[in-house]
RNA sequence: GGGCCGGUAGCUCAGUCUGGUCAGAGCAUCGGACUUUUAAUCCGAGUGUCCUGGGUUCGAAUCCCAGCCGGCCCA
C-alpha cells in the first residue's frame, strides 16, 4: 500500500476507533430493514397517489451503502444504495440530536441502516427524514471516483465488486446472465429433462478437441485432468436409460485467452433420446427465441452495430457448399491433406499452423464462412474427420448429422445425431488417437475406454447438443468481450 | 507467438511528440462556511515507486533497451 492509500485508511480506522469509543459496534451482527429501498419509494409513491395532499408514510428503515454525501453545515444529504435501487437521505441536526456529530465519522463507501419519514424535498426527490441511523459495516477503503467510476479495465475484472458497486452496466449483466441461466432451466426442464451433474475430474480429458488441464489425485496417486466437455458422461446416462439430460456446468480447456476465449467457461449439454439433429435444430431456435422473449423482451438484439432476429426458423446452410460459394473450394474432392491446403494457400487463407485435413477445413470455415453469418443460422453435415463423435449419413459416409450455429460471425452451438455404433465409435477414436500420435497434436479427442463399454451396452438413437451460455450472454448483453460476461475472467498474477 | 496502443495521486485524467518552475487538475481526503442539496457551492490545506530495471544526458515521467501488467489486431 502506498504512503498516502495508506494515510486514507488510516484516517477511517481512526474514524473506526472513535466509532467504538462512542459505544457502537461498527461491524452489527445483524440489522432489520422494513423496506428495500425499492419498496420505501413505491411506498410514498401510493401514498401521494392516493389523494392525501400532504402524503405521509409510516416511518421506513432501509439499509445500504452510502455513497455520496452533501453537507450543508447543519444539515447533510446523503445517497444510500442497496440492491434494489438509491434513496437520498437527509440528516438535520434539530431531528438528530444526539446522532448528527456521529457523520463526522462515517464515509461514502460505508454501510448503513437510516429510519424516518419519507418526503419529497423540495426539487422533487423522494427522501427519507433520518431520525436514526446506525452503522451497519465501516468501510475502511475509499471507493472509486463517484461521476466517472472505475474506468480501468484491468482494476475492473481484478477487483470486480468495485465495478458492480460503480458501474450500472456491470450489475445489468450480472443479472442479465443469471436470467439467462435460469430461463434455459426453466426451457428444459419445461421439455422433461432433467439435470444432472457430472465429473469435473476425469481420467480421460475426452469429448471434444480441446487441450486439457491436468491435475493429480494424492490419494488415489494418479493423474486427473478438468473435464473438457460433459458429452461422453451424459451419453453414459443415456445408455442407462436416462433419455433427457441435461447439464450446465464449467468446462475447462487450456488454450489461449481472446475475446471469445476464457479458459473456464460454461457450456449447456443436452441428451435427447429418439432424436435426431433436426430435432436439436428446432430445439435450439426454440430455446434462444424463448430466451430472447424472457429475458429481453423482444427477439432483435443490437450487436456490434447490428440488429440480430432470433425469431425461427434459422437457415439451415449446406457446410460444403457454403465453402464452396465463399472459397471456390470443393473439400469432398480435395480428400488429402496437401491439396487441400495448396488450395487454400492459393485463395490466400493462412495455413501454416494447421496439419491435419479436420483443422484445415476447420480454418477454411472459419475464415471464409463464418464471418457472413450474422443472422442466426446452422451449418449442416460436416466431414466425419473432424466430428469424431457424430453419426454418418446414410446418403454420404463421408459426412455426418452434424451442425453448428452462428450468429454474429460467432459460434454458439455444436450438435449432432450421436453416435450409437459402438464399432464405428472405437474406429473413430483409433483415427483421432492416429492423428494425435502423427501430429503431435494434443487438441485432438481422446479414447475413452470406459465410455467404448458404454456404448457397447447399446445407446439409443439420440440427437445431441453442446450451447455456449457465455457466448449467449455476449449477445443477448451486446458485449464483444467474453471478460465482460464472465465476473472473474482469468488474468496473469499481478 | 507477432504487431500496435496504454500504465502518472485512492479514482478519472492532462503533461511524453519538442528532455530543463512538469509533479499538475477534478473527484475523494483534511480544516472552515452553509438546515431542501443532488457531479451541491464557496474559502483554505495535504497528498506521488510518474509500472519495474538498466542506459543516454549536465539534467529523464518525457529519449533508448529489456522486462512486467492490461487492451486491441493478427496467428
Known sequence: MSELESELVRRRLTKLDKLRARGIDPYPHRYRRSHTVRQALDLFVSSEQSGACEPTTDTVSVGGRIIVFRGMGRATFADLVDGSGRVQLLFRRNNLPDLYDLLADLDIGDWLGATGPLFRTRTGEITVEVRKFTVLSKAIRPLPEKFHGLVDVESRYR??????????????????????????RRFMESRDFIEVETPTLVPVAAGATAHPFETHHRALDRKLYLRVAHELYLKRLVVGGLEKVFEIGKVFRNEGIDLMHNPEFTMLESYEAFADYNDVMSMVEDLVYSLTAEVLGSPVVEYDGRSIDFTPPWPRLDLCAQIREHSGIDILALNDIEPLKAAMKSVGVEVSQQRSWGGLVDKLVSARVEPNLIQPSFLVDYPVEMSPLAKRRTDDSRLVERFEGFVAGGEICNAFTELNDPVDQRARFEEQEALRDRFHDEEMDRMDEDFLVAVEHGMPPTGGLGIGIDRLVMLFSGHPSIREVVLFPQLRSR
Open 159 to 184: 477487483q470486480r465488486y468495485l465495478d458492480l458497486i460503480s458501474n450500472e452496466e456491470s450489475r445489468r449483466v450480472a443479472v442479465l446472465r443469471s436470467r439467462i441461466v435460469s430461463g434455459v
